[in-house]
């Protein structure tokens, strides 16, 4: 969990010593991945189109109340962040440049406000839920002086070209966000290959494809730890649904991931040096990529500003009339580190545990197309 400094109710200043070790995923050899088929192939799509169909639209009161409340906002944090960080390295010193963007899987659009904020020119938004995308407009509807166009196109971005579904099939993207969606395409090579080049073919020379995605390296190593291969805390449990003596599949390597009052689906590990050398294929070029532990330490210091805004921690101790989040046991990192305080006064900013496991499940990553 993090060691933590004191800044107020703020919590800017929280950092973390977890073990920064990536243990290798253990799998067959990338080389002949061309010739690779999928391993226990389903049909998935379906369900997971039908999971997100039926999650329910919850409003701010009921949020407020969630186990997962900091946790959401520390993953809107590590967006926001990519978001402007990444939109900000394509303007380079060209105040206002038009940009024009692709949100892929972008589910009920909770990345309109950032993209607000970013002032883009032009969002293209798809998804395989139905639901989703019409949720996604019904808030783009709701935005008063939207800087930005948009277009909303449900498809499976695994399996089918979006290309053909754009009103401008000329378009050029300068920015390609995919949040928290990417490892649904290993289930196969061929969705993989089709997740990227739907990612890739109008992105210009010089701009990005970032994302989200669980950490395969991570989940590995808990389950490692645990002998049926099951983990987790009071707010998320990951099971494998594969053998791993028969070792690591390449794609297809399913598990169930349950997160309190949001996911309740079976996912794909991936194999981030097998994703890496497809993306080469479609000239990406990787440029970063970090567990969100090491994310905030990253980018911190430069980007401490939005975290009390998306209030991304809570305040240790309790405020006088509120409860902490979590159980008293799951805050000895931040009790240890108040009771160095000499002034007292002070709160300290923290995660409870349970959270803080869930978010160092996940990883971001950022490629950039390259020049021919």
């Known amino acids: 969990m ?73 993953n809107n944090w590590v967006k926001s962040v990519l978001i402007q960080e990444y ?6 010193n060209v105040y206002g440049k038009n940009l024009t963007v692709l949100d892929i899987c972008c589910g009920k659009g909770g990345d309109l406000s950032k993209w607000q904020k970013a002032r883009v020119n032009r969002v293209i938004f798809a998804d395989i839920a139905n639901v989703s995308i019409q949720q996604c407009k019904s808030r783009f509807d709701e935005i008063r002086n939207c800087a930005f166009t948009a277009q909303f196109i449900v498809a499976d971005c695994t ?5 053909v579904k754009y009103t401008d099939p000329s378009i050029r993207f300068d920015i390609v ?20 080049k739907n990612a890739t073919e109008c992105l ?6 970032f994302g989200t995605i669980p950490n395969a390296y991570e989940i590995v190593s808990r389950a490692k730890k645990s002998p049926n291969g099951q983990f987790g805390n009071r707010i998320y449990n990951i099971k494998l649904l594969f053998d791993p003596k028969d070792g690591y599949p390449l794609f297809g390597a399913k598990y169930d ?28 070029e990787l440029v970063y990529k970090a567990g969100f532990g090491d994310f905030y330490n990253d980018h911190m210091e430069k980007y401490k500003q939005l975290l009390p805004k998306i209030r991304c921690f809570e305040s240790y101790p309790a405020p006088p009339g509120k409860q902490l989040i979590g159980d008293e046991s799951e805050y000895e990192h931040a009790k240890s580190f108040y009771e160095s ?10 995660m409870s545990k349970c959270e803080w496991e869930v978010a160092t499940v996940y990883m971001a990553f950022v490629f950039k197309k390259c020049k021919k």
């Not at 210009?204 to 494809?209: A, D, K, L, R, V």
């Not at 305080?341 to 923290?350: A, F, H, I, Y």
Request: one cysteine or more; aromatic letters at 10%; glycine letters at 8%.
């Open 2 to 74: 993090s060691s933590l400094s004191a800044d107020g109710e703020n919590g800017s200043k929280v950092g973390n010593d977890l073990n920064n070790s990536q243990r290798h995923l253990e799998s067959d050899e990338t080389d002949g991945i061309n010739n690779s088929g999928t391993h226990h192939k389903t049909e998935h799509a379906s369900v997971v189109a039908d999971h997100y169909n039926h999650l329910a639209e919850k409003g701010m009161r009921e949020r407020f109340k969630s186990p997962i409340f900091y946790l959401r906002n520390f």
């Open 341 to 350: 305080l000499e002034n007292k006064s002070q709160r300290v900013g923290t």
């Open 177 to 196: 966000s995919c949040q928290f969606g990417l490892h649904y395409s290993f289930e196969s090579l061929s969705q993989v290959r089709r997740m990227l």
């Open 257 to 284: 991931f349950h997160l309190e009052g949001v996911v309740n689906c079976p996912e794909f590990l991936v194999n981030f040096d097998l994703f890496n050398k497809l993306a080469r294929e479609y000239d990406l």
């Open 204 to 209: 210009s020379p010089g701009g990005y494809f």
């Open 159 to 163: 399996k089918e070209s979006i290309r």
């Open 87 to 92: 939109v900000d390295r394509v303007r380079g």
